[in-house]
C-alpha cells in the first residue's frame, strides 16, 4: 500500500477559530444548535485529521469569556455538546494517544462539564502523540492579565525580579506553558479578526482565512489549509534571503 504524502513542512501547532455553526444552520432553516452539533463532528474529523497528518498541537477556540452572554439556553445546549463530546471521545482519545488540556476559566464551567473535564485532563495526561487544547470560557486578554498578577505576586514576594521578566517567563504563566506557539491559525465562515485568541501566542503565526463554515470544515478543507501553509515562507522578521540560508553579506 503507498503511502499517503501530506504537505510539507508541516506545522507542528494549528489553532483554530471555529466560526459559523449558527449562520450554518440558519441557512438550513435550522436552530442554531443544529449547527452547534454538525460543528462537533467537524471538530471530531479535525481532531482525527491532525492525529493522521502528524500535526502535535492542536488548539480549538470553543467557548470564549464573551459567548456567556449567548441566551441561556443556547449556552446550555454548548455545555451539554461539550460534556457529550468528552464523554464520548475518551476512548479514542486513549487508543489515539491523545492528550487533552482546557485554556480558560475552568471555575466558570457548570459542575458536571468540569468533573467530566477534568477527568479527561487527567486520564490522558501521560500521552503525547497529539496535545488537544480546548479553550473554554478563554480570553487571551484575562489569560494575560492573570499572568501578570502571578508575576506581580512573585515580585512582591521577592522570589523574581521585574528585569527578570523576559518572553520565556511571561510564557511561562499562560495556559499554553511549554507548548510551541501555533504556528498556524484557521479562522472559518468568512470572519477576518482574532477575536481575542491566543493574542501573544499568535505573533508569528500564518493566517489562514476561509468562507467555509465551520460544520463545513472537514478533512479535505483542513488538508487544504496545510498546503496553503506549506508553500508560505516565514521570515520570523528576517530577510526572505537570510531565512532560505542564502548569504548576501
Ligand atoms: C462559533 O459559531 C462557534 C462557537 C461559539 C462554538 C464552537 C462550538 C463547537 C464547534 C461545537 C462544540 C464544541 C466541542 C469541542 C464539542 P457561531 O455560533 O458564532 O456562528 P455564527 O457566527 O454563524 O453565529
Given at each position: 500500500m503507498q503511502a499517503i504524502q501530506y504537505p510539507e513542512p508541516l506545522p507542528q501547532h494549528v489553532a483554530i477559530i471555529m466560526d459559523g455553526n449558527g449562520r450554518w444552520a440558519e441557512q438550513r432553516r435550522r436552530p442554531r444548535l443544529f449547527g452547534h452539533k454538525a460543528g462537533a463532528d467537524s471538530v471530531r474529523e479535525a481532531v482525527e485529521t491532525a492525529r493522521e497528518v502528524g500535526i502535535r498541537h492542536l488548539t480549538l477556540y470553543?467557548?470564549?469569556?464573551?459567548?456567556?452572554?449567548?441566551p441561556g439556553l443556547e449556552v446550555k445546549g454548548l455545555m451539554n455538546l461539550l460534556k457529550n463530546y468528552l464523554r464520548s471521545e475518551l476512548d479514542t482519545m486513549r487508543k489515539n494517544g491523545i492528550r487533552l488540556e482546557c485554556f480558560g476559566q475552568k471555575d466558570r464551567l457548570p459542575d458536571d462539564v468540569r468533573k467530566m473535564l477534568n477527568r479527561v485532563i487527567i486520564e490522558t495526561?501521560?500521552?503525547?502523540k497529539l496535545h488537544l487544547n480546548l479553550c473554554l470560557s478563554y480570553g487571551s486578554r484575562a489569560e494575560m492579565i492573570r499572568a501578570v498578577q502571578e508575576i506581580g505576586r512573585q515580585c512582591e514576594a521577592g522570589e523574581l525580579k521585574p528585569e527578570d521578566i523576559d518572553d520565556q517567563l511571561f510564557s511561562n504563566h499562560l495556559y499554553s506553558t511549554g507548548q510551541p506557539d501555533p504556528d498556524l491559525l484557521i479562522r472559518t465562515s468568512g470572519e477576518q479578526r482574532l477575536s481575542n485568541f491566543l493574542l501573544w501566542q499568535l505573533s508569528y503565526a500564518e493566517l489562514y482565512f476561509t468562507d467555509i463554515k465551520w460544520p463545513d470544515f472537514r478533512k479535505d478543507q483542513f488538508i487544504a489549509a496545510l498546503e496553503e501553509y506549506a508553500g508560505r515562507q516565514r521570515r520570523f522578521g528576517k530577510t526572505g534571503a537570510q531565512t532560505e540560508g542564502v548569504s548576501t553579506a
Open positions: 470553543a467557548f470564549s469569556t464573551e459567548n456567556w452572554q449567548r495526561k501521560d500521552f503525547s
